[in-house]
């Protein structure tokens, strides 16, 4: 098993860019998906296999991989993006880890 | 459309065996190359996953749990489900049933596509 470790929160103003980081402990890493969770609502994933957008997902969310470090990235922040973000990933025994969250705030 | 619906006991008390049922409409849990998780959120706290299910019966567990879960299947309900034994206020959450994608393809690849909207477990006696 291992761990993912996010920044707990991120703050942005209207139309920036926000970057939030998922970062592995071991080697090697497996692919990382993202999910957008609002407040009363269940998970939705926003990326997966480390920069793959599922249909219906805006293009301003992206992800990028370097290393043991993925990356959110969301561009031209829109309020509507206010949410808790995870990361997540799986070792090929099947154990699947989420990271602890980041709370990104739209200023 | 995959539709997926967690149901189980408004209140569960602490000791006790907590119970959920996840119902999957819009497609089939037999024969299809898809794990089935259930994953949980304490109030205020992130999500934590509990385990997985394949259709043939094969599971995985969060060793987190020391062996108190355990995910099974019945296919032929098109249903797979979640015992937690011996409760304490620290299993109080909102628990989830996802279905999960997984492969190969350079890197090993797993996630969750398809949510249940959630059902509260509150522990309290």
């Known amino acids: 098993s291992y761990e993912l470790t996010q920044p707990p929160s991120v703050s942005v103003s209207p139309r920036q860019t926000a970057r939030i980081t998922c970062s592995a402990d071991v080697l090697p890493k497996q692919y990382t998906n993202w999910y957008q969770q609002k407040p009363g609502q269940a998970p939705v994933i926003v990326i997966y296999k480390d920069n793959e957008r599922p249909s219906g997902i805006p293009e301003r969310f992206s992800g990028s991989s370097s290393g043991t470090t993925v990356t959110l990235t969301i561009s031209g922040v829109q309020a509507e993006d206010e949410a808790d973000y995870y990361c997540?990933?799986?070792?090929?025994?099947?154990?699947?880890?989420f990271g602890g969250g980041t709370k990104l705030t739209v200023l | 459309q995959l539709h997926l619906q967690e149901s189980g006991p408004g209140l569960v008390r602490p000791s006790a065996t907590l119970s959920l049922t996840c119902t999957v409409s819009g497609g089939s849990i037999s024969n299809s190359p898809y794990y089935w998780n259930w994953i949980r959120q304490p109030p205020g706290k992130g999500l934590e996953w509990i385990g997985s299910?394949?259709?043939?019966?094969?599971?995985s567990y969060n060793p987190s749990l020391k062996g108190r879960a355990t995910i099974s299947v019945d296919t032929s309900k098109n249903q797979f489900s979640l015992q937690l034994q011996s409760v304490t206020a620290a299993d109080a959450a909102v628990y989830y049933c996802?279905?999960?994608?997984?492969?190969?393809?350079?890197?090993?690849?797993?996630?969750?596509?398809?949510w249940g909207k959630g059902t509260t477990v509150p522990v309290s006696s």
């Open positions: 997540q990933s799986a070792d090929t025994s099947g154990l699947v880890v």
């Open positions: 996802a279905k999960a994608a997984y492969g190969n393809y350079l890197l090993y690849y797993f996630y969750m596509d398809v």
């Open positions: 299910i394949y259709y043939s019966g094969s599971t």
